[in-house]
């Protein structure tokens, strides 16, 4: 018997902590130790049934785990590899990673990199994995130190701390866009060199605006999204990776017709397998451990419910780390 949060539909919604039969885990071709786990935005979504996660009912939560593979068919790995697991549909369509236990296909595992723990790893999560695609992504797109500013919207959060922490630490001039003025200290110690409120960027703004953003990474759509856009320097790349101000984009095609401004839309969930260690690999290498470990605060699996509540009403800085 392993623990575990299961969401059930019936009768009415609930997010419980029960004892379940390892039997029970749907087949795959690898069953591992969960060793922890962590607390996304989607996660929060589906625990407290803000939004349409789960497709499958009952459900086990938790779309990330890291921990070390009990058996496997697949010769890559062996009882007692060390794995990251981001996405793939799981904690939605496939049972999830909080839990003790899990049966997680082979193909979607990731080796964990030499230089992180578990714990570590999942200090990152899917946050701090999109974070890093984001970052890859405005390079490709041609960003480099020294252009002018980078803007990171929702800078707080799991991406926007650790896009904060990779930017500066890649000597990018780094401004954090929040609604919480109050954590000006925490968002300059991870390598922000200004903050400003998010209110700049949340309401109806003009299609075309003032030069002022070298480039950006965005975890909030609609509005914040489409004014960043009106404000990039010319050719600039925006990574957009979110959308927790909404789904839509109320911009007109000005910025990428005038400008050459880059949107570039980021996925972590169903990111091939060989972008992913790439992503980590840089993680392993651009991530300061200081600045992660000031960002991370470890919790129990009974108490993630209510983490989860808060995570949903803006409560929660930086990463939640879950110890199975």
């Not at 509005?223 to 909404?246: D, E, I, K, R, S």
């Not at 808060?310 to 990463?319: D, E, S, W």
């Amino acid at each position: 018997m392993v623990r575990a949060l299961i969401l059930n539909k019936e009768p009415e919604f609930s997010a419980r902590i029960e004892e379940i039969d390892s039997s029970s885990f749907p087949e795959t071709d690898t069953s591992v130790e969960i060793q922890y786990s962590t607390l996304n935005f989607k996660d929060g979504l589906a625990i407290t049934n803000k939004g349409p996660v789960v497709r499958t009912w009952p459900m086990v939560a938790g779309i990330d785990g890291a921990g070390q593979v009990l058996v496997s068919s697949n010769a890559q790995w062996q009882s007692g590899d060390l794995f990251i697991h981001n996405g793939w549909g799981v904690g939605e369509t496939h049972w999830g990673c909080l839990s003790q236990q899990a049966h997680l296909k082979s193909e979607w595992l990731v080796k964990l990199p030499k230089a992180f723990t578990t714990r570590q790893a999942m200090g990152i999560g899917t946050a701090g994995y999109t974070a890093m695609l984001c970052v890859m992504a405005l390079e490709q797109g041609g960003a480099k130190p020294g252009q002018g500013e980078v803007v990171v919207t929702g800078a707080t959060g799991g991406v926007g701390s650790i896009a904060i922490a990779l930017l500066s630490q890649l000597g990018f001039e780094v401004v954090a866009v929040t609604g919480k003025l109050t954590e000006e200290d925490y968002l300059k110690s991870l390598g922000a060199s200004r903050v400003i409120d998010r209110q700049e960027f949340s309401a109806v703004g003009k299609p075309m605006q003032k030069e002022r953003w070298a480039a950006a990474i965005d975890t909030a759509g609609s509005h914040t999204l489409a004014n960043l856009c009106a404000q990039m320097q010319y050719g600039a790349p925006v990574a957009a990776c979110g959308l927790a101000q909404g789904a839509d984009l109320p911009l007109t095609v000005m910025p990428f017709i005038l400008r050459g401004v880059q949107l570039l839309g980021i996925d972590s969930v169903m990111a091939p397998i060989g972008k992913r260690q790439a992503a980590w690999n840089r993680l392993a290498t651009d991530l300061d451990l200081i600045k992660l470990e000031s960002m991370m605060e470890e919790i129990t699996l009974d108490q993630v419910p209510e983490y989860a509540k808060a995570l949903m009403a803006g409560q929660v800085i930086g990463r939640i780390v879950v110890k199975l």
